[in-house]
């Protein structure tokens, strides 16, 4: 019988980890922008250990498209944007795109699990992507979650 080993328990193990690894980068942006209902859990961790405000995001998902609402008022603020992980980077991609028509200040993407294959095209949008685990390629991110 194969063992598989995981990186995170579960999405609040994740978040209390992203914390650990970046809580003196969290306090330096102006908000957090929460993916959900992806990063619902991992956002919990924050609430408890950060001051910074947060907003949600809900995006839509379809079986060929992402929905991206627009996110208002944040024009030259500092943004950080969390969610569960990246696996193709299509949904990074279109929340970066879309702080960026915004005209933020700064883009950071705080996620537990991101590709370092998807890293060069997601710099086109953020200006740091900040990942506990980087794989060299991309996989689903049940693999890394014991409970999905």
Not at 89 to 96: C, D, E, H, L, S
Request: hydrophobic share 50%; proline share 5%; aromatic share 6%.
């Amino acid at each position: 019988m194969l063992m598989m080993e995981f990186d995170f328990i579960d999405r609040a193990d994740a978040g209390h980890k992203m914390v650990d690894i970046f809580k003196s980068e969290i306090s330096n942006f102006d908000v957090l922008i929460v993916v959900l209902p992806s990063a619902a859990e991992i956002a919990l961790a924050f609430v408890t250990e950060t001051t910074t405000p947060m907003r949600d995001l809900v995006i839509g998902r379809s079986a060929r498209d992402v929905v991206i609402p627009r996110i208002d008022n944040v024009t030259g603020l500092n943004v950080a944007v969390v969610d569960d992980g990246v696996e193709s980077g299509t949904t990074a991609m279109a929340i970066g795109a879309m702080l960026r028509a915004g005209s933020v200040a700064s883009a950071t993407l705080i996620v537990p699990v991101c590709p370092k294959s998807a890293v060069p095209n997601l710099l086109a949008v953020y200006d740091t992507i900040h990942a506990v685990v980087s794989p060299d390629t991309p996989q689903s991110l049940s693999w890394h979650y014991k409970v999905n």
